[in-house]
């Protein structure tokens, strides 16, 4: 079960892909993530809790179906389709069972775990299947990626693949550490070859990049009064229809992000900036790339000085992608 846990919104530059991005909060608050790097809130679903009268029965994740439905989950193990424009919402079934993760795949079937066993329901004929039993829980939520389901084991920093087609599970991704919860996790979709992974954290929203086991840290604008609780974006059903992919099992004892390195600082200043921006870190920088609003790149610089000329740009919102060694960190920051 999730824990109530407070969060920061950050938010992602979505206009590189061409859908759009929700989360729910801990109040059941509906909101979408504007092109404009801002948050957008949409609706509250207040569903009355059947077991307490007065009270309100807390969404723990939602999915988007392909007809562009959105259905939850409750901590009362109710099923529910929503309206995000009015926040009506219809009870659709009682599943019984903790469940805190949710996805929808091309066929109209949610994907869910209760405690450690994977279930799916078929919307069009209201029928639950049970599929394995994976061994393993989840804190928070999980998507298709690579014709298979992948989550954050609740009891270790690993992301773990299920393949669907043999039912083997591998580890594809290590953590910093275990408090790295994962309550959200969404595919946003573009192919089968290129797909981004955002999972939320704490107070940060993180790309997943697997061939370099690196987290890359989206820092945009932050909202520091939601609980994020979910992610789903509009596309990602389509995930579910990529070939099974049987990943390599790594061992995150051996490969792994540095922690030390990894939470080093990164500072870019002044900003906003009418010629230059400077940045500061402790650690070597190998590319600095920056990009503007509809996700083109502008500049790229390898094995960059620590000041870069931004004076040649035209006047607007940017962001930055930094790599070093061991970590790939994005700001944004304003040319005057």
């Not at 307490?52 to 009362?76: C, W």
């Not at 390599?248 to 921006?277: A, E, G, M, R």
Request: hydrophobic share 40%; proline share 2%.
């Amino acid at each position: 079960m999730k824990n109530k846990l407070l969060l920061l919104v950050l938010l992602f530059p979505l206009t590189i892909f061409s859908q759009d991005v929700y989360i729910i909060s801990e109040e059941n608050e509906i909101s979408i993530l504007n092109n404009d790097y801002s948050i957008s809130h949409l609706t509250n679903i207040l569903i009355e809790s059947d077991i307490i009268p007065g009270l309100i029965d807390q969404l723990t994740d939602f999915a988007i179906s392909p007809s562009n439905i959105f259905y939850g989950v409750t901590s009362e193990s109710r099923l529910i389709e929503f309206n995000i424009n009015d926040g009506s919402y219809t009870i659709i079934d009682v599943l019984n069972g903790d469940i805190v993760s949710l996805v929808c795949s091309n066929n109209n079937e949610l994907f869910y775990l209760k405690s450690d066993q994977l279930y799916k329901y078929n919307l069009d004929t209201n029928i639950e299947i049970f599929i394995v039993n994976i061994g393993l829980e989840t804190p928070g939520d999980l998507t298709f990626y690579k014709g298979n389901i992948i989550f954050k084991d609740k009891s270790t920093k690993i992301i773990k693949a299920f393949n669907l087609q043999n039912n083997s599970l591998s580890n594809i991704f290590c953590l910093p550490n275990e408090s790295f919860n994962f309550y959200g996790l969404t595919n946003v979709f573009e192919n089968c070859d290129l797909s981004k992974i955002l999972g939320s954290n704490n107070n940060k929203i993180y790309e997943l990049d697997f061939e370099n086991n690196l987290l890359i840290d989206l820092d945009i604008i932050v909202d520091d009064d939601f609980v994020v609780f979910g992610l789903a974006s509009t596309n990602e059903y389509l995930s579910s229809n990529c070939d099974f992919f049987q990943f390599q099992n790594i061992d995150c004892n051996t490969i792994s992000v540095n922690d030390i390195n990894y939470f080093s600082k990164l500072n870019i200043y002044p900003n906003p900036t009418k010629n230059k921006i400077n940045i500061q870190t402790k650690d070597k920088i190998l590319i600095v790339e920056i990009y503007d609003v509809l996700g083109k790149q502008v500049l790229k610089k390898e094995n960059p000085n620590l000041t870069i000329n931004a004076s040649k740009l035209k006047k607007g919102l940017y962001f930055i992608k930094v790599k070093s060694n061991y970590w790939v960190k994005t700001k944004s920051f304003l040319k005057e």
